[in-house]
């Protein structure tokens, strides 16, 4: 059938116009972005197996309980000896990395969104865009932008995983009882200090919520993020895709169904009474 309208023309003819001009800001965010994932790569594969996974188990232990450190003991150990330990704390840096990022972004978009109707139906549908196009469509911006690496699996990462965040971050500031508002600006309280003093305080567990969403989907898009060379278990499993090895593909998707666990159960115990974690 022949196109009547063709939006891809246009969008393709915008995204050479932004490689265009754009070019010395995309070079500086890519070297940048390299400098900043390698760095904090270099520190979690510089410490030793025999320190991370103590410090990890002591981790899930305080927050989590019993359970989640023995699962976080036993799982660390399976990844270190099937050999894929560089590897994970490759993905854990990029999924660091792009999970703070876009944190640093959604949050006050859902700030804002709260508080304005008008930004609120602007930023809906493109929350609504971001969240139902298909995953690996983020791939072609990314590496058009910034060639193939870390900086383009992250910047997909980046735009995949910000929508829960915004939302709920906008959810739990509207949920706020408008009595303790009233009562926080009847004591002389500014719209700043409302905000920061009681808004942000009384919805921060469901912020929190959005975080553990963030992390979640930041792992998932890090993992199709292998297909454009950005490192770590995600090209593990490509390897073992392509080459239709079947080990090698269940050892590497369970050693990222193992981190996706331990950073599930210590991020969502951040949101809970720490009594109600043992």
Do not use: C
């Amino acid at each position: 059938m022949e196109k009547i309208i063709d939006i891809g023309q246009y969008v393709t003819e915008f995204v050479n116009w932004l490689r265009l001009h754009g070019r010395p800001f995309f070079d500086f965010i890519k070297n940048t972005g390299n400098a900043s994932i390698e760095g904090i790569e270099w520190i979690f594969v510089s410490i030793p197996f025999y320190l991370m996974i103590p410090l990890f188990t002591l981790l899930a232990f305080k927050r989590a309980g019993k359970g989640i450190a023995v699962f976080t003991l036993l799982g660390l150990g399976l990844i270190y000896l099937m050999g894929y330990w560089i590897a994970t704390m490759q993905t854990l840096a990029l999924i660091l990395s792009s999970t703070v990022i876009a944190l640093a972004l959604a949050v006050p978009l859902g700030i804002w969104s709260a508080k304005n109707s008008s930004a609120q139906r602007i930023i809906r549908p493109i929350l609504d865009l971001m969240q139902t196009m298909p995953a690996f469509v983020y791939l072609i911006p990314a590496v058009l932008f910034f060639s193939i690496g870390k900086v383009p699996g992250a910047f997909a990462t980046i735009i995949f995983a910000m929508p829960p965040a915004v939302r709920l971050t906008s959810l739990g500031i509207q949920q706020v009882p408008k009595d303790v508002l009233e009562a926080g600006r009847s004591l002389g309280a500014t719209n700043r200090q409302v905000l920061l003093k009681v808004e942000l305080p009384l919805a921060l567990r469901t912020i929190l919520t959005g975080v553990n969403q963030t992390i979640l989907l930041s792992l998932s898009m890090v993992v199709i993020a292998g297909m454009i060379a950005a490192g770590g278990l995600g090209e593990k499993v490509l390897e073992g895709i392509s080459n239709l090895d079947v080990g090698l593909g269940f050892e590497s998707g369970i050693s990222v169904v193992i981190l996706a666990i331990i950073l599930d159960r210590i991020t969502q115990s951040f949101n809970k009474p720490k009594g109600l974690t043992k």
